[in-house]
Nanobody, 123 residues
Framework: VQLQASGGGLVQAGGSLRLSCAAS????????MGWYRQAPGKQRELVAT???????NYADSVKGRFTISRDNNKDTVSLQMNSLKPEDTAVYYC??????????????????WGQGTQVTVSS
């Protein structure tokens, strides 16, 4: 699975941005999709995930401000970010988990990362 993210940019505090990520390749194997972010000097952290059935999970820091969605027909996942804060500044990465079955039906889970898109929120 290959992922291509887009939509980052510079925005003032309180503003909004929408990130999108398109998957290609063996997309039929994708299970969960999500967004992570990494600020300078910090570890990469989970922002939000969404299962193939639409179950969502959010980091406490973004609950009520960010909304993750996906279109299984188009193999895309999006992140609508509202009420942005300077502390949301980071490189945002989309991720997709894939489930395939190897020899003798053994499940094999793997993950793919997009290239990252910069989000900068000015105060």
């Amino acid at each position: 699975v290959q992922l291509q993210a887009s939509g980052g940019g510079l925005v003032q505090a309180g503003g909004s941005l929408r990130l999108s990520c398109a998957a290609s390749g063996t997309t039929a194997t994708i299970t969960d999709m999500g967004w992570y972010r990494q600020a300078p000097g910090k570890q990469r952290e989970l922002v939000a995930t969404i299962s193939s059935g639409g179950t969502t999970n959010y980091a406490d820091s973004v609950k009520g401000r960010f909304t993750i969605s996906r279109d299984n027909n188009k193999d895309t996942v999006s992140l609508q970010m509202n009420s942005l804060k300077p502390e949301d500044t980071a490189v945002y990465y989309c991720r997709a988990s894939s489930l395939q079955y190897g020899d003798l039906g053994v499940p094999v889970v793997s993950g793919s990362w997009g290239q990252g898109t910069q989000v900068t929120v000015s105060s």
